[in-house]
């Protein structure tokens, strides 16, 4: 299995949060800057956040303060910790490298916040 598996969507309220994770191998997880994305219907995949092996963290400003990400080293997982969701966050999630590596796409996973 090269590519991740994302998990941990679902639908929420505005104003809710959720958790993602995201197990990679460890041929693509170990060493690298790892990065959360989501697509939205209709746009682009966009880079959200993105962390390196050493736990620097960098955030899209529409993120900033409300999500964080990090990641278990010795379990090769990713997380994105959501708070105060809103309705433009609605979109599919994925896990990759950062920059992105075509093969390592997943199926991603949906997150659905509500009014």
């Known amino acids: 299995q090269v590519q991740p598996v994302e998990s941990g969507g679902g639908l929420v309220q505005a104003g809710g949060s959720l958790r993602l994770s995201c197990a990679a191998s460890?041929?693509?997880?170990?060493?690298?800057?790892m990065g959360w994305y989501r697509q939205a219907p209709g746009k682009q995949r966009e880079l959200v956040a993105r962390?390196?092996?050493?736990?620097?963290?960098s955030y899209d400003s529409s993120v900033q303060g409300r999500f964080t990400i990090s990641r278990d080293n010795a379990k090769n997982t990713l997380y994105l910790e959501m708070n105060n969701l809103n309705l433009e966050d609605t979109a599919v999630y994925y896990c990759n490298t950062a920059p992105p590596t075509r093969i390592f796409w997943g199926q991603g996973t949906q997150v659905t916040v509500s009014s």
């Open positions: 460890r041929n693509v997880f170990s060493g690298s800057t």
């Open positions: 962390i390196t092996w050493h736990g620097m963290t």
